[in-house]
């Protein structure tokens, strides 16, 4: 464990860890000890700037958790029409029981696909320009096969729509537009737009995407799976009334763009990882989110894990930010948070280990429940800032007056984490929120 060295207006309180690490010093001249700093009409005060140097032999690197499911035919989009059967849709559901290729187009105002065939049986749906309502069930439902595949055509738009309720299916509760017993795999080049009254993609064993564009809509889950998810690529416009991906196991993502306007939590697994991609997204609750079944109390579950190693992250949350009910690591990748806007929650939360060896950080909040991370391998630094509005912008310049971190929270904040590799140990660094600045000194 790093060194925790907190500063209040009465005390310094300072503890170190049992094994021999590197810890911070804090220069004279540019902390005062046992007063806050006042500027202007508001308080800046240092609560914890820490920077430590961590034995690469005394901690155990971990590895990117990367999905080892895919295979060639995930992000295979091409087909051979002379060896494929194409259903114009009219009036009347489809019924698919063998293995093949199947190009879709034309419109079903109230129906479905169904596919039910054999265990071994591979079958691939090409959408090619279609639009399948249903009033009752999925618009695409997979009953059984070995595996499935939905391609969205170069160049076309698809439409699948559950306009009413989900009937259930004998014991099966089917509750997606999309709803897959078996594992399933989206790609393409073309682009699907899913409208839901309850979840939109659900898949009851793995569920990988490795392309296309999809615009999804939902009062339920956006996307959803019991064993896995594995995203590596596509675009995705998500406005969710529950969460915007969600898997009751591991979550992976390698690449994609993601733009979730609404949600209540945004990606939430028994894991989450996020290893590249581009995220936007404003949840009222938990931004990310790792939370097992059992029933830890207030202890770790040593099941759950977030671990970001690549990609770009923008988190707006209402509840925390990235909450895990076990272990955070951030080993890459550029992370902002903003928020929460109330003291009840925080923009980290862990409830085992946080550890920082890569990238960059920077999470606005209020205090309340703040928390730096447990280890870190590079300059971090958690601030009160005083009560700053929404859009007032924080920014660190060097001792030269160079600016190297910059960040406009979307959410009004009191305080601010900020690690990164540009902290350098023996650099002075002014941090800036609104019209209140400090000087803060990183010493070995």
């Known amino acids: 464990m790093s060194p925790f060295i907190a500063f209040s207006s009465t005390e310094v309180f300072t503890t170190f860890p049992t094994t021999p690490v590197s810890f911070i010093s804090i220069n004279s001249h540019s902390i005062q000890i046992g007063n806050s700093f006042i500027i202007g009409a508001s308080t800046f005060s240092l609560l914890l700037a820490a920077c430590s140097n961590i034995d690469a032999t005394g901690q ?4 990117p958790n990367t999905s080892e499911v895919n295979r060639d035919s995930d992000y295979d989009t091409q087909f051979d029409e ?12 489809v019924s698919i029981t063998e293995a093949g290729t199947y190009v879709i187009s034309g419109t079903l105002e109230d129906g479905a696909i169904v596919i039910d065939a054999s265990d071994e049986d591979e079958i691939r749906l090409v959408l090619n320009g279609c639009s399948i309502t249903s009033s009752v069930s999925a618009a695409i439902y997979v009953k059984n096969a070995g595996k499935v595949s939905i ?6 738009v698809n439409y699948l729509t559950n306009e009413s309720i989900f009937e259930a299916d004998g014991d099966t509760n089917v509750d997606g537009v999309i709803f897959s017993k078996d594992d399933l795999t989206l790609n393409g080049e073309g682009t699907l737009v899913i409208n839901s009254e309850d979840n939109g993609i659900v898949a009851k064993d793995e569920l990988v995407i ?20 594995s995203i590596n690529g596509g675009t995705f416009t998500i406005s969710s009334g529950d969460d915007a991906v969600h898997c009751d196991a591991d979550l992976i993502i390698d690449g994609g763009s993601f733009n979730i306007s609404e949600c209540v939590e945004g990606l939430e697994g028994n894991t989450v990882t996020v290893n590249g991609g581009e995220i936007t997204l404003t949840a009222s609750d938990d931004g990310i989110n790792a939370a097992g079944e059992s029933d830890a109390g207030m202890q770790a579950d040593a099941s759950c894990r977030i671990e970001i190693n690549g990609g770009t992250v923008n988190i707006t949350s209402y509840g925390d930010g ?78 030269s ?18 690690s990164s590799p540009e902290l350098e140990l023996g ?16 010493n070995e």
Do not use: R
Not at 401 to 418: A, H, N, R
């Open 60 to 63: 155990e690197e971990s590895s």
């Open 82 to 93: 002379s060896d494929s059967v194409e259903i114009e849709l009219s009036e009347e559901s």
């Open 151 to 156: 391609t969205t055509a170069e160049g076309s």
């Open 210 to 229: 490795t392309g296309g564009v999809y615009e999804i809509y939902s009062a339920g889950d956006a996307i959803q799976a019991n064993d896995l998810i």
């Open 322 to 399: 990235i909450d895990s009910n076990g272990d955070l690591i951030v080993n890459g990748g550029y992370i902002t948070i903003s928020g929460p806007e109330n003291s009840g929650n925080g923009s980290l939360d862990y409830a085992g280990s946080g550890t920082i060896t890569g990238g960059t950080l920077i999470a606005a909040g209020m205090s309340g429940m703040e928390m730096n991370m447990t280890s870190a391998s590079q300059g971090s630094i958690l601030l009160s800032t005083g009560n700053q509005t929404s859009g007032t912008s924080i920014t660190v310049t060097d001792s």
């Open 401 to 418: 007056g160079s600016e190297i971190l910059s960040f406009t929270p979307s959410t009004s904040y009191s305080c601010v984490l900020i």
């Open 427 to 442: 650099e002075t660094y002014t941090v800036t929120a609104g019209t209140s600045s400090q000087e803060i000194t990183l």
